[in-house]
């Protein structure tokens, strides 16, 4: 069986002259879906969250997301690196790098404020305990500038540092699978089962608690996303896809499933021939095999099955998941904010008859309204920009308006 799309994303290319690739819409998808999973994910107790990705294999929306970002991060800044050298890919990288720190840190201010406001108030759980805020309320001078540098990361808080670290190094790794697509996998490979045999991590609080997603080990993800995108445009379709590979790929997604047992509860997985072997949940925080194996097995199949340019991606079920994916950082940052709000409503409000399935609604509608206003700001700053630039086009919009609202019937 033969493929013949291997597109992953938009790009500008990697040599002289390239030909502009249409923008992969799976990738906004996936990011997309993952945004709204973490979401869900993220609030404690909540009913829904057997629906989602970490109640139906060993992975989660988590590894989803920062491989995708691997992927992303190819594409954007490797073609920039072939086109105007290293340092311009620097440059690039740094003004990312700098608006997801500002982001991290204002989040963070958000949350902080937040809980300090909830707990005058509300008593119905330990939210400075369960966000691990202990340090900012005991000793608000230095935990803060312990945020400040990465080294105080609350409940929560998590992701955005994991990718900060992990952006900071993207120019060399992109250069590296340029140079030796084997010697950057061998590299990484080595550095993920080194830590995963000393435990080597960074530390989170003062109080011992590390990264709940140990950098050392989670590098490996967005390294995997790197290759996949230097391989997807450097090798020929036939290459990539093979129906032995898909088949082989789509039996360990489903036994990710049996082991999940979604039909067990949230929290119970599949006790295999009742021996007490159970593989889920696979341990995360030092990335276990099962997690990479299962990412990748899931990875393999949407690539095969869903076609870059499939029509699934230009209907209106597809719209709100692509808004969000485009948009990935606020809407992130959002939902962390409403996941804590949506646990302190479902913890207070605990009475009220579908309260869970309230918050998880509205939540979800909200973070998909905000993609929808952020994505129409964005087309609409984009076309007032092409007017600005080339002031002979607007006659031409006016006049393309005038045709449309007649056609239409206005």
Known sequence: MRRTDTTLSES??????PPRRERDHRLDFARGLALIAIFIDH?????????TLRKLAFCDAAEVFVLVSGIASYLAYGSRLDRYGLAACWRAVGRRWLAIYVAHIALFTVIAAGTSAITARFAGADYVGFLRLEWLFA????????????????????????????????????????????????????????????????TADTYGREWYFDPFAWQLVYVIGIVIGHVSSELKSHKLWNRGLLIVALV??????????????????????????????????????????????????????????????????????????QHSLPVYATSVVLSCAG????????????????????????????????DQRARTVGINYIVTRFPQLRYMTVALGAQSAQLDGR
């Open 12 to 17: 500008s290319g990697g040599t002289p002259s």
């Open 43 to 51: 609030i404690p107790q909540n009913p829904v969250a057997t629906l």
């Open 139 to 202: 000793h608000p001078k230095t935990a803060f500038e312990a945020a400040l540098t990465l080294r105080y990361l609350p409940t929560y808080l998590d992701i955005l540092p994991l990718y900060l670290l992990l952006l900071a190094v993207a120019p060399i790794l992109i250069v590296l699978v340029k140079r030796s697509t084997p010697l950057l996998i061998l590299a990484s490979a080595a550095l993920y089962f080194a830590v995963r045999h000393f435990g080597t991590n960074l």
């Open 252 to 325: 360990l997604v489903v036994f990710g499933v049996i082991a999940a047992a979604p039909w067990k509860g949230p929290d119970v997985g599949l006790d295999f021939f009742s021996s007490g072997l159970v593989l889920w949940p696979a341990e995360k925080t030092f990335l276990a095999p099962a997690r990479i194996v299962n990412l990748l097995a899931l990875t393999y199949a949407f690539a095969f099955l869903v076609p870059a340019r499939c029509e699934f991606f230009k209907g209106k079920i597809a719209a709100p998941f692509l808004w969000c994916g």
């Open 343 to 374: 646990y302190v409503i479902m913890t207070e409000d605990a009475q009220i008859p579908g309260i869970g399935l309230l918050v998880n609604v509205v939540g979800t509608a909200s973070l998909i309204g905000l993609a929808a206003v952020l």
